[in-house]
């Protein structure tokens, strides 16, 4: 028994029925993937729940937040974002396709997580330009600037540069 489990006995009951559904549990709950992970924020699943001959569809979308460090500067990034879900209930689904409609009931955190989790950045950005920390000395390039030589001589000359010449 999840959080996004909903009770569709009443279309099931009546040809081409439809109803708007909106659930919402807090992000966290749904978890995250390497790199970002939803909020506390609530994540809003916002769908429009229809009986159709083979089961049930549902269209409409889900609207959460994820938090994650900028893969530049590693600032705390936060985002809303909102990601489509149409998706396919039947009693017989097919694996990767649909979804299972069990007795009366569908489960909408599959679907939605596989939506979701699949929509979260790999590789945040504090915001498009951010300028990163300077790979020599980790200042962060955004608030100072500093005076590494983005082109340091090449380490194999260092021992030529040692040697000493005497006349
Ligand atoms: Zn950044
Ligand atoms: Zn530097």
Redesign the pocket.
Known sequence: MTALRCNVSDLLHHPAARRPETISIPGRELGGVAGARLSSAPLVVDVMVERIPEGIVIHGKVTAEYESE?S??L?PVREAFSVPVNEMFERLPIDGETYPLEGEEIDLELPVRDSVLLDLPTAP???DD?A?LCPFCGIDR?ASDCTCDPNPPDPRWDALRALTFDD
């Open positions: 900028c530049r500067c600032a950005l504090c915001r951010c990163g955004n």
